[in-house]
């Protein structure tokens, strides 16, 4: 029942909003209804943590730990970048750089997005998660060229073409894992490419065509996920889109393709053994950590400093999954946990700073945004260090979590470049950020009063992160170590 | 069903598959716009044609509504929606590439002989399926070839749904298509593709005041 709930409710939302008219009550409703699917997702979780697993429709809706995981923070994120967006975009309705119509549009995209990403976490039939996963990037187009300047419309076009041309290879994975089980299966009903039904056929699958649909998998939902050296449109799109679709973009889809990665990499563990597809996730992670150092230490823009650190961020992820044993899935996913909660924060702060100087550019901001905008500046600062794994953050626990698993699992190597690239982004970021908030402001900037309205989800995030920091919650821990043993259980 | 009609369902798949494959070539030397977009047509109309053989041949009902969903959506819709396009924007019909056509084409032949290398593994001499497999394969590498290789926004868009074609060819060939299901979804998200390419095209051609997706190069690092 949750299930279903959890699809209409947003749904109804995009509905509901296509027919508003007012600025006012759109404002409203997709607040109201973001609170509903947050409840929604919530109450999900509860489910699955009594149950394991949960379904819906004979098994066409299908919800484990790992969905209830990904479905409680795309929520999360949704919540908070709802509240964020009713403040931001009154500020550009103020300054006339939007009318109502395009409002509107932002309004009935946003909950579609969200539908197709919740759908991608609950589908239990691989097929119907690649029409998700699709059915997001389409929806999120049209957000990242919102504000229809030539840079706006270059990174939706980067977006797309990329994004299509990996997800139709991603297509021709899911085909050819339904040709490697056809024989099993069968290819006559819609159960042949059931998840489920396929890991209990996963140990007689062809393990040729099985091998070459892991990799079509991972370029595939890797482009989505930003892996290196699929990412290019990430710091396009990011810096372009409208702040709160960016931060859904950054912490809510990237877990969503890696989630469609995690379920082929669950199948190809089982028939082709461990090594293979963990081999691929640990090197395609070490490669996107490597990939984003030097870039993040040379940035110029704060908005595309964290497309880099979320491609940065995947592959400490990858690693995590990469690595293997017990603890590396585990690491991994509470990574991916932090890594939501706390990621909007640091698009938030960067959207005030960059609605307030109007522009996104180091040098032009100049510095001394903690005379400007205090408590933007503050958590922005502390959303950094928290990024960066500094303790007590939350970060800091789950990195080295990944680390002693991968010390464990592949020696010192891969310990080594990883701790290399987490100590550099460190110095990198906070270096970026150090300059930008403090020092002294260029004459003739003027102090911003800041909303309470903006700054209520960013206070809400800071708190959670340093909550969670000292204290998760037994019932998510016990999530997270469910899920970890649902990735890592087959070895 | 006699012997001789499955023979000659299966003669007509393999042709059907090479006409695929010549469009396929055709559209890498073709030079204007509008014919670039009614070859695609022509060559959805092959593959509608081919399914409804492999329906035939193997009583795979199902095939049947995805060749009448390739019919309408790819031979009629799409193309329709892709000229008017082209109307609407008054785009110069010339299509401009990187490379020149003598070299596109000996490319394209590569990319061939690469696909049947692909799909030799997958190959069972009993079965008709290998030959369209590595057509398919083919299809597919060249929609990416001719993608990169367009400076249009939409004679790119093109070259993305031959690719999806070729995706489609290997989804009949291999498994008899996909779950229903799953199919509708896809031509679904194949059709709301082209309308916000196109309707992302058409503002690049307004706020650029041309298609040449070369001019897109303001973001960088």
């Known amino acids: ?51 394991q697993s949960v379904s819906a429709f004979n098994g066409f809706l299908y919800a484990d730990a790992l969905s209830a995981l990904v479905v409680g923070l795309t929520a999360f994120v949704a919540f908070v970048c709802a509240i964020y967006a009713v403040s931001y975009f009154r500020t550009d309705f103020e300054r006339q750089i939007i009318t109502v119509g395009r409002l509107k549009e932002y309004y ?33 187009v049209l957000l990242i060229a919102f504000y229809n300047q030539k840079t706006s419309l270059e990174a939706a076009w980067k977006y797309i073409i990329i994004g299509s041309i990996g997800i139709s290879m991603a297509l021709f994975g899911t085909l050819l894992t339904y040709y490697a089980a056809s024989h099993i299966v069968g290819t006559e009903s819609i159960e042949g490419l059931n998840w489920t039904r396929l890991l209990s056929a996963a140990p007689l699958m062809n393990p040729k065509a099985l091998r070459l649909a892991f990799i079509f998998i991972l370029m595939g939902y890797g482009t989505k996920a930003g892996i290196a050296p699929m990412h290019t449109w990430k710091p396009d799109s990011y810096s372009q889109a409208p702040v709160p679709s960016a931060a859904i973009l950054a912490a809510a889809v990237l877990n969503c393709a890696l989630y469609g990665i995690l379920r082929f990499h669950i199948l190809a563990s089982k028939c082709l053994g461990p090594e293979f597809s963990s081999g691929l996730l640990l090197w395609f992670g070490l490669g996107s950590m490597l990939i984003a150092t030097p870039f993040i230490l040379a940035q110029t823009n704060f908005r595309r400093l964290l497309a880099y650190s979320s491609i940065d961020h995947t592959g400490i992820m990858l690693v995590g999954f990469g690595v293997g044993g017990s603890l590396g899935p585990f690491g991994a996913l509470l990574h ?4 939501a909660v706390t990621k909007p924060l640091l698009f938030f702060c960067a959207g005030n700073v960059q609605q307030h ?23 922005f600062l502390a959303g950094t260090l928290a990024v960066t794994g500094t303790p007590p953050a939350g970060m800091f626990q789950s990195e080295l ?21 987490v100590v550099t982004i460190f110095a990198g970021f906070l270096y970026h950020i150090g300059n930008l908030v403090l020092g002294a402001p260029r004459p003739g900037t003027s102090r911003k009063v800041e909303s309470w309205w903006r700054l209520l989800p960013m206070l809400l995030i800071a708190a959670l992160t340093l909550l969670f920091g000292f204290w998760l919650p037994s019932p998510l821990l016990h999530l997270i170590q469910q899920a970890g043993q649902i990735v890592g259980g087959v070895r | 069903m006699s012997y001789d009609s499955i023979e000659l369902g299966h003669r007509l798949i393999t042709l059907m598959a090479a006409a695929m494959l010549v469009v396929q070539m055709l559209l890498a030397g073709q030079r204007l716009l509008p014919t670039v977009i009614a070859l695609f047509s022509l060559q959805s109309f092959f593959l509608a044609c081919l399914a409804a053989a492999v329906a035939y041949v193997n009583h795979a009902h199902h095939v049947y509504i995805a060749a009448g969903l390739t019919l309408l959506l790819k031979v ?23 490379l020149n056509t003598p070299a596109s084409i000996l490319i394209c032949g590569g990319l061939t002989l690469v696909g049947y290398m692909v799909a030799h593994p997958f190959s069972q001499p009993q079965e008709h399926g290998h030959g ?90």
């Open chain 1, 401 to 421: 979590t990944v680390l002693s698993a991968s010390v464990q699992g592949r020696g010192l190597w891969v310990a080594s470049l990883f701790v290399g690239c």
């Open chain 1, 357 to 379: 100087f109007g522009t996104a550019v180091f040098r032009k901001v100049g510095g001394g945004v903690i005379h400007l905008m205090p408590v933007t500046a503050v958590l």
């Open chain 1, 1 to 51: 029942m949750t299930l279903v709930l959890l699809l209409l409710a947003p749904l109804l939302e995009a509905a509901v909003c296509g027919l508003l008219y007012s600025r006012r009550w759109m404002e409203r409703v997709s607040v109201i209804s973001a609170a509903i699917n947050l409840v929604l997702a919530v109450l999900l979780v509860r489910n699955v943590a009594r149950f």
């Open chain 1, 108 to 140: 009935t995209l946003t909950p579609l997005f969200v539908f197709a990403l919740f759908l991608v976490a609950l589908a239990n039939n691989l097929g119907i998660m690649w029409v998700a996963i699709e059915g997001s990037t389409l929806a999120s």
């Open chain 2, 76 to 98: 009629i819709v799409m193309p329709m929606l892709l000229q008017r396009l082209i109307r609407q924007t008054g785009t110069r019909v010339q299509v401009e590439s990187y």
């Open chain 2, 132 to 221: 369209s497999l590595a057509v398919a394969t083919a299809l597919f590498l060249i929609g990416f070839f001719l993608m990169i290789n367009q400076r249009k926004a939409i004679s790119q868009v093109v070259a993305l749904l031959t690719a999806e074609n070729g995706l489609f060819l290997a989804a009949i060939a291999l498994t008899y298509g996909m779950p229903l299901i799953v199919e509708v979804g896809i031509f679904f998200d194949v059709l709301v593709g082209v309308m916000i390419l196109g309707i992302l095209s058409y503002r690049i051609a307004e706020t650029f005041e041309s298609m040449d997706t070369s001019k897109l190069r303001r973001l960088r690092g």
């Open chain 1, 336 to 339: 991916m946990f932090y890594h």
